[in-house]
Nanobody, 117 residues
């Protein structure tokens, strides 16, 4: 069984920061196999489609959506089977449920980020 558990969401004021974490567990991640998975963060705002905002390959290469480039940073700790999303300079339009993904089809349950005064 595969589990991806996100944490770190919450309410933050515009301009603030949050760090999301996603811990992976399950048979497919046994041993050192987590390190070969491409991991991603997606988000879905109310009434909108889910969009990919960042991903990191097993080798550490990263890609960001234009909407978050320069503000968000994805990283991973393979020893902890964890992927992180550091979010800075948050804007109200960043409000969404954020999901962790292990490519291609494994998803977490999501964590809500609300950016508001």
């Amino acid at each position: 069984q595969v589990q991806l558990v996100e944490s770190g969401g919450g309410l933050v004021q515009p301009g603030g920061s949050l760090r999301l974490s996603c811990v992976a567990s399950g048979s497919i991640f046994s041993g050192n196999t987590f390190s070969i998975y491409t991991m991603g963060w997606y988000r879905q705002a109310p009434g909108k489609q889910r969009e990919r905002i960042a991903h990191i390959t097993g080798g550490g290469s990263t890609i960001y959506a234009d909407s978050v480039k320069g503000r968000f940073s994805i990283s991973r700790d393979n020893t902890k089977k964890t992927v992180y999303l550091q979010m800075n300079a948050l804007k109200p339009e960043d409000t969404a449920v954020y999901y962790c993904n292990a490519y291609p089809g494994h998803w977490g349950q999501g964590t809500l980020v609300t950016v508001s005064e």
